[in-house]
């Protein structure tokens, strides 16, 4: 299985991002799926999930601001977010929910205040 997130960079406070992650080697459209961040210093922690049935929940921190989808046609997930804050600074992995899949590289979100 591959998980290859992209789509981070530097942006300034109540900028918008959107990440993809590309997938392989895994049947897309039978697994729940994931986003991850991991702040400076901190453990990773879910942002957002969304099921097979395309059923979406977020963290608090990030309701109404970020919108995770999915293309079961192209095997990837997306997470648009929206009026960024300087702590959502973070790299930012998918995976598939509850899983031991190793996790990819993921990609750098910076947030400049």
């Known amino acids: 299985v591959q998980l290859q997130a992209s789509g981070g960079g530097l942006v300034q406070a109540g900028d918008s991002l959107r990440l993809s992650c590309a997938t392989s080697g895994l049947i897309f459209r039978l697994n729940d799926m994931a986003w991850y961040r991991q702040a400076p210093g901190s453990q990773r922690e879910t942002v957002a999930g969304i099921t097979s049935g395309g059923s979406t929940n977020y963290a608090d921190s990030v309701k109404g601001r970020f919108t995770i989808s999915r293309d079961n046609a192209k095997n990837t997930v997306y997470l648009q977010m929206n009026s960024l804050k300087p702590e959502d600074t973070g790299v930012y992995y998918c995976?598939?929910?509850?899983?031991?899949?190793?996790w990819g590289q993921g990609t750098l979100v910076t947030i400049s205040s």
């Open positions: 995976n598939v929910r509850k899983s031991s899949i190793p």
